[in-house]
């Protein structure tokens, strides 16, 4: 079965047209040696019976799944309404391409003009990109802007960047160009940041909140990096940005993240959505897709691609970026999503995010041997200290239905008590209370 | 009357509300208390409309849409082919869909099977040793691929020496943008007059200063490089790497492995070849496939079977070139195309490159009668036409470009590969009946008769579309980028 519609006297008529006997006369150009007398080994053909068998077997066997998940750490479980799968599934949307047609691509050109204001809105930029592929990516392609905009080749990241973050700067940059300031009590503390930047410093960048879910002082960190004549980058959560002063208000140059909290699903960590906001004065050397509007030769409005030669089709060994696809689709839901709640849906998402974190926070404090790792205040997201490693809490949490928050032992072995947990808006009381009860069974107590 | 059309910013307003949260079920206590000293933002600007409408406004949005399942697409190098449902509809199970990424192995085990079952079937369908899935599109993967090689070059005491990477005048852009980013050198090899790679030229170009040879294959005006094998010759014998931009690998699939070419690393767009839909423009996937030699440089973590038939991340691996995404790929793109390979088998694998080269030379054949064909050989999956020949009527080839969306199909691939001039690059996919290509051709050799005929009618064009022509430079001198406040 491959989805072919070809009648054998179809099949002859076009030879006859392209005035070969056989089809393998069309191959003459392939040396013979390569040519394989049997296709590869794969198995299958599958009927679609028993491929949504084989696959349904495989998808139950991922129990994480089934669990009430406390896990953030970068993907976290939000609250997708049902018209965000309704229309984001629409064939219109998922089998079109890249709007190189403009006339027959208002839909997804619309949708993009949309998504980037929000996203401008959102982190307080003067403009916003049609996305990245994910909030790593995102990052390192602001720092690259930082390095072209200063001529300068330092990285300083700024206490707790999320450790996949640093760890993909590292792999695109040389990892001797990257310094990691690390933090006091969970935060990023800028006397710390000063004294490591100097005068190659091309960049500060930080997470707000950051990956311990504590909220840092953006305008400090602005502050110390345009003294040392260097960007500030933020990397920030869209949820939080809908309750936080946004950091293109407060001077930051770029604000970059991942935006899976959005409408997309976690599906084991991809597609993500990385998006990419900046100053009006960056604009032309922001990498990736940018859509503007403008009128056609009646004079009504239209969208397209602009600004594109900054792009690798045009420019490129010179380009800004090699990027060449975006996120189209998760952008597309984060847009229908962001529609759908407006602004006093997000902002009561967030306030929720607080409000549950908070409660769980208080109950976790509660229970002997457990403690909050950190005083500064959070959101969404915290670290508990565990009187046992923090593996045997996520083990426990099978026995009352959740994944009680990530053990962060499999980042650092110093990390093997700590637990991080995050409450979304989905968390209701019960579900908050069996968590505390996997705790207390984790803790030794009954 | 029709209403016009409007931004969501520019419908709804105060008291229109979307769906609704359920009210706090916890003890509140007030912002300030749980933040205290954080500054909240004063304002946020946004749209606030009832579902129905949201609804409309984006069900209308994609009425404005050409799409694969309204029409014919042949995107030359896009590979627009149909995206079966069933892939949609197993990438979206809730075990797939709601697992976490930092849930552990044991917790996600159908995740990881299915990662690393798509990797062995990827390094079985090309001939490599070892598959990564991390790279989230082509050219994260050419940037995974180049690290690779760069790390390998560096163990050997060569990093220093070999920076410059050959790359022939037809390639893809994202080919060079790629090579820029890793901080190597691109140079650029001249085609020869048949449009495949000159052998003088990469003489030349290759020294001990080389650290690799980047080829499609076939090349982007679709033809089979036929001294492949003597191009991947000369490269080793250099101590350069070769890579293979994936990007036209339908023709190939179930057919020929790059494996056997002598490349030694190669990106695999699933959007393309395995069916994945295209997403207005994403997400696809890019995985890497490499010869042995290139394995511990994979980025990690790596799927590793296990002889108890479980599977496991492996972290320790001391020469990787580290993480490339901030998690596993585009782990439900990857899924889809592990779905579509099993739906094939070998046999269907085999069949998606016959038809595809039978339904683009049939094409080819009829076009050839009615626009130039500047290399007459036969194709694979892909051909360029140039509309030079329309020239002479004060038509140009984004004329009949838009003058094809009137018929109900999208353009081609126009002006790209660079080296022919006017180009249409031309690419049906095997997906398409019989019927279908006869329409476009039939569209096709209209339009060459309204060139001569009535020029204007295409300078015009499109007239049946939702806009018109769009005012391209007016979008580019002052640009808006975002919506106004109504």
């Known amino acids: 079965m491959s989805f072919v519609g070809l009648g054998r006297d179809e099949e002859q008529r076009m030879l006859k047209e392209i005035g070969v006997a056989r089809f393998e006369d069309l191959l003459a150009a392939i040396p013979q040696e390569v040519l394989l007398e049997h296709p590869p080994r794969i198995p299958g053909p599958l009927s679609e019976i028993e491929l949504r068998r084989l696959l349904g077997r495989w998808a139950r066997e991922n129990h994480a799944a089934e669990l009430v998940s406390f896990q953030g750490g ?57 996305s990245m592929y994910d909030g790593a990516t995102a990052t390192v392609e602001a720092a690259l802007l930082a390095r072209r905009q200063t001529g300068r080749k330092r990285v300083v990241v700024a206490g707790m960047v999320h450790p996949h973050v640093l760890a993909v700067l590292r792999t695109y940059l040389d990892p001797d160009e990257v310094s990691h300031v690390g933090d006091t009590a969970g935060l990023a503390v800028p006397a710390d940041v000063k004294a490591a930047l100097g005068p190659d410093s091309a960049c500060v960048i930080y997470q707000q909140p950051n990956f311990f879910g504590l909220v840092e002082d953006p305008p400090a960190l602005h502050a110390i990096a345009h003294e040392a004549g260097a960007l500030a980058i933020a990397v920030c959560d869209p949820i939080a940005l809908a309750l936080l002063e946004p950091p293109g208000r407060t001077g930051a140059d770029i604000v970059v993240g991942e935006a ?19 100053k009006q004065s960056l604009l032309r050397g922001l990498p990736g897709r940018l859509v503007a509007e403008t009128v056609d030769r009646q004079g009504r409005r239209g969208f397209v691609l602009t600004l594109q030669t900054r792009e690798q089709h045009i420019r490129r060994e010179k380009a800004t970026s090699n990027i060449c696809t975006n996120q189209g689709l998760m952008a597309l839901r984060a847009t229908i999503h962001m529609g759908l709640l407006g602004r006093l849906g997000l902002r009561e998402v967030a306030e929720l995010c607080v409000q ?14 457990y403690a909050l790792a950190h005083e500064a205040p959070f959101f969404r997201e915290f670290v508990l200290r565990c009187p046992v490693e923090a593996r045997r809490v996520v083990e426990a949490g099978l026995e009352f239905g959740v994944s009680p928050g990530i053990n962060l032992g499999r980042f650092r072995p110093e990390w093997k008590d ?29 | 009357m029709i209403m016009p059309r409007r931004l969501l910013i520019e419908q709804g307003g105060a008291g229109h509300r979307g769906p609704a949260l359920p009210a706090c079920d916890v003890p509140q206590r007030p912002l300030a208390e749980l933040l205290p ?92 040793a070892a598959v990564t899935t991390q790279p989230a599109a082509g050219a994260h993967g050419e940037m995974t691929g180049l690290l690779m090689m760069r790390a390998y070059h560096r163990s050997r005491g060569e990093g220093e020496r070999r920076r410059r990477v050959i790359v022939p005048d037809s390639a893809h852009g994202t080919n060079p943008a790629s090579v820029s980013l890793v901080g190597y050198e691109t140079v650029v090899i001249p085609s020869g007059p048949d449009a495949t790679v000159d052998l003088d030229a990469l003489a030349k170009a290759l020294d001990d200063r080389t650290a690799a040879v980047m080829l499609t294959v076939p090349n982007t005006v679709g033809l089979f490089e036929p001294r492949v094998l003597e191009v991947t010759r000369m490269a080793h014998a250099a101590g350069a790497q070769c890579y293979m931009d994936g990007a036209n690998l339908n023709a190939l699939v179930g057919r020929v492995r790059p494996g056997d070419l002598g490349f030694d690393v190669m990106h695999i767009n699933v959007h393309k070849t395995f069916s994945t839909p295209h997403g207005g423009g994403g997400p696809g996937a890019g995985p890497v496939a490499v010869a042995k030699h290139l394995e511990p440089f994979l980025p990690t973590p790596v799927a590793v079977l296990q002889q108890d038939g479980r599977v496991r991340l492996d972290w320790e691996r001391p020469q990787s070139i580290g993480r490339v995404h901030s998690f596993n790929g585009n782990f439900s793109i990857l899924l889809r195309a592990l779905a579509y390979m099993l739906t094939l088998g070998p046999e269907g694998l085999a069949e998606v490159s016959r038809v ?27 051909f360029v ?102």
Request: glycine content about 8%.
């Open chain 1, 356 to 369: 549950k974190s908070h409660h769980a926070a208080r109950l976790a404090a509660g229970i002997p041997g």
């Open chain 1, 260 to 278: 899976q909290s959005l409408g997309s699903p976690m599906s084991f960590g991809g597609p993500l959505l990385g998006y990419f906001a900046a």
């Open chain 2, 356 to 382: 595809a080269i039978l339904n683009a030379n049939y094409l080819m054949r009829r076009l050839a009668k009615s626009y130039d064909l500047p290399n007459p050989q036969a194709c694979m999956h892909e």
């Open chain 2, 37 to 128: 000293g954080v500054v909240l933002r004063a304002e946020l600007v946004f749209p606030q409309v009832s579902e129905p409408e949201v609804v409309r406004h984006f069900t209308e949005l994609s009425t404005l849409n050409h799409h694969v399942d309204r029409g014919f697409y042949p995107l030359g190098s896009c590979t627009m082919k149909y995206n079966p449902k069933i892939d949609e509809e197993l990438a979206g199970l809730a075990g797939f869909a709601k697992a976490h990424p930092l849930a552990g192995d044991d917790a996600t085990q159908g995740c990881l099977r299915a990662m690393a079952e798509v990797q062995r079937l990827l390094a079985e369908i090309t001939g490599f």
């Open chain 2, 385 to 486: 036409l140039s509309g030079r020949g329309l020239k002479k009527y004060g038509v140009r080839t984004l004329d009949v470009a838009k003058r094809l969306l009137d018929f109900g199909v999208h353009a081609p691939t126009v002006y790209f590969p660079l080296i022919v001039e006017e180009a249409l690059m031309i690419e049906p996919t095997e997906t398409e009946t019989f019927d279908r290509l006869d329409h476009f051709a039939t569209a096709m050799e209209r339009i060459a008769v309204e060139a001569a005929e009535d020029a204007e009618l295409l300078h015009q064009a499109p007239h049946t579309t939702p806009v018109g022509r769009l005012d391209e430079a007016r979008a580019s001198r002052e640009p808006r980028l975002r919506w106004s406040i109504p």
């Open chain 1, 74 to 130: 970068g993907i976290y479980d939000h609250w997708i309404p049902a018209a965000v799968d309704a229309l984001a599934s629409r064939s219109e949307f998922v089998t079109a391409y890249t709007p190189y047609q403009p006339e027959v691509a208002q839909g997804t050109l619309t949708a993009i003009f949309e998504f980037q204001s929000m996203m401008a809105e959102l982190t307080g930029c003067d403009v916003a990109n049609a």
């Open chain 1, 418 to 446: 700590l637990l991080l947990v995050a409450v979304t808006e989905l968390r209701d009381a019960g579900e908050i209370d069996r968590w505390a009860q996997t705790l207390h069974r984790a803790g030794g107590a009954r």
